[in-house]
Every structure is written in C-alpha cells, then in structure tokens.
C-alpha cells in the first residue's frame, strides 16, 4: 500500500518537472496569466497566432479532450467565454477563433490539455487547408454514423467511457 502511494505522488511529481503547462499551473515556469478559474487557468501563447492569442488550461493534468471531467469541462468552457469576450472587448479583432488539438495528427504539440483563443484580423495570414472528403454513397454515411452512436448508446449520458 506503501509504496502504490509513493509511486502516485512520484507520478504526480514528474507530471509537474515534465509538462511545461504543470509547471506553469505550479507557478515554476513564468506565463503572462490573464485569467484562473476553479480548475483553470488561461495565460497567453508564447507562439501567437496574432498577439493576444491565449491559452485556456486545465489546473490538472489531463492529456487531451477525451480524458476531461464533466466538472473541469464546465469550469473551462466558462473561463474561455470570460476569456474571449475580455479579448474582444480589448483588442477589436475582427474575429476570433476558438479550438482544441488533440493528439500529434491532429497537430497536439503540448500533451496538457488546452483549448486555444485566437484573436482573427483579416488577411492575417493564415489559412487552414482542407481537403474534404466525399461519403461513396449514404449507406457508407449511415454505417459511420451507427459506429458512432453505438458508442454512444453504450457510454452513460455524461459521455464517461464504460
Ligand atoms: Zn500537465
């Protein structure tokens, strides 16, 4: 018993050395904080899409989206609307993006999760190529969307995973 307690906090504890987002949770790496919730914490990306560009982030360590308690979820979301409506209110972009990365291919570069807010301008610059795809028939579309709701159907109502 002993030592499964030992090896959590020893957990913990590398969690905190190793993810750049616990540190900054810990107060051990500087970040511009603009915002703390209950359990979260919103402070600017030192990579911006354009200036003001913040991070919204779970105080716990949570790798992604999928992993998020209903109450941190709620937490968060309300801090990314106090967020975005602060950076609107004080930089007039003339839009703003709001979105989440989760895994490499999906283009996840820190593996805390973090919802991004991104003042928009236009011309800015960037562009997010896409290649769409095309269902073959309804029937492929209705098989995807029954291996969806399958899964739905078999987790609770809270969307936690049986
Ligand atoms: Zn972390």
């Given at each position: 018993m002993k030592s499964?307690?030992?090896s959590e906090s020893?957990?913990?504890?590398?969690?905190?050395?190793?993810?750049?987002f616990c540190r900054i949770v810990a107060g051990e790496a500087?970040?511009?904080?603009?915002?703390?919730?209950?359990?979260?914490?919103?402070?600017?990306?030192?990579?911006?899409?354009n200036f003001g560009h913040a991070l919204v982030?779970?105080?716990g360590h949570f790798s992604d989206f999928?992993?998020?308690s209903d109450d941190v979820l709620c937490d968060i979301v309300s801090s990314l609307k106090i967020v975005s409506r602060a950076?609107?209110?004080?930089?007039?972009?003339?839009?703003?993006?709001?979105?989440n990365n989760n895994g490499l291919a999906a283009g996840q570069s820190v593996f805390h999760f973090h919802f991004?807010?991104?003042?928009?301008?236009?011309?800015?610059?960037l562009k997010i190529r896409t290649q769409l795809k095309v269902y073959?028939?309804?029937?492929?579309?209705?098989?995807?969307?029954?291996?969806?709701?399958?899964?739905?159907?078999?987790?609770?109502?809270?969307?936690?995973?049986?």
């Open positions: 499964s307690s030992n020893t957990e913990v504890e590398n969690h905190v050395s190793l993810c750049p500087k970040a511009e904080i603009i915002y703390e919730g209950v359990s979260s914490i919103a402070f600017l990306d030192i990579n911006p899409i982030v779970s105080k999928s992993e998020l950076i609107i209110d004080s930089l007039h972009p003339a839009g703003f993006n709001i979105f991004h807010v991104a003042p928009r301008y236009n011309g800015d610059g073959e028939s309804p029937e492929q579309m209705a098989e995807y969307a029954k291996m969806i709701r399958g899964k739905i159907e078999v987790n609770d109502k809270s969307g936690e995973r049986k």
